[in-house]
């Protein structure tokens, strides 16, 4: 059976085609996700899922490639979603049965609230946020690039920018900041 729908040709757009590789291809597929799934009701649904999203893009099918391809690729992605939706479930179920955890400590307290504190708020955002994620909570550069969504290597420059511009800040006394020692500012 696997070679004749290897070598069925399909037109896309065609219900009639569309149908042939449904019911050449459904117990392939459904296969396949019980394997990546490990549960056969989920396994189905997804497939189930695959085929809706296949049916809405048949017209735009391009025969480039083999149409059961196409459709592995559809049911994998779907089931690659289903997981990731469980896991995140499972995660909120775990954190209902244990319950919300004690309040932090207020990481604003942290920062002082004298000259460098208003210094930092003169600075861009960007700038401040590195500041902070590296000298207040001593994040690494490959941490801060996670959090701020930029490249490892921009972290770098972007913290030193912001080291020049806050000893500016601090060390000029018409800024309307003070006139706190250089040595205030963190340094690596």
């Known amino acids: 059976m696997a070679d004749v729908a290897e070598r069925a040709t399909y037109t896309p757009g065609d219900e009639g085609d569309f149908d042939r590789l449904y019911r050449a291809s459904y117990g392939r597929l459904l296969g396949t996700l019980i394997g990546v799934l490990g549960d056969r009701a989920a396994a189905e649904d997804c497939v189930q899922e695959a085929f809706v999203r296949a049916f809405k893009a048949w017209p735009n099918w391009r025969p480039a ?4 391809a196409w459709l592995h690729r559809i ?5 690659v979603s289903h997981q990731r939706r469980m896991r ?3 995660v909120g179920e775990l954190g209902r049965r244990l319950g919300r955890p004690d309040a932090p400590p207020d990481p604003a307290a942290a920062i002082e609230r004298g000259d460098l504190n208003m210094a930092l708020r ?5 700038q401040a946020a590195a500041i902070v994620l590296r000298h207040y909570h001593g994040y690494s550069n490959r941490e801060i690039a996670y959090a701020l969504g930029i490249p490892e290597r921009t ?18 006394g018409d800024s309307g900041v003070g006139t706190a020692s250089v040595h205030s500012v963190p340094s690596d």
Do not use: F, I, Q, Y
Request: proline content about 6%.
């Open 65 to 68: 490639a083999p149409a059961e």
């Open 88 to 90: 995140l479930r499972e």
């Open 75 to 79: 049911a994998l992605n779907v089931a």
């Open 155 to 172: 972290v770098a420059s972007r913290l030193a920018a912001a080291k020049l511009r806050l000893r500016a800040l601090l060390t000029d």
């Open 122 to 126: 003169r600075l861009p955002a960007k």
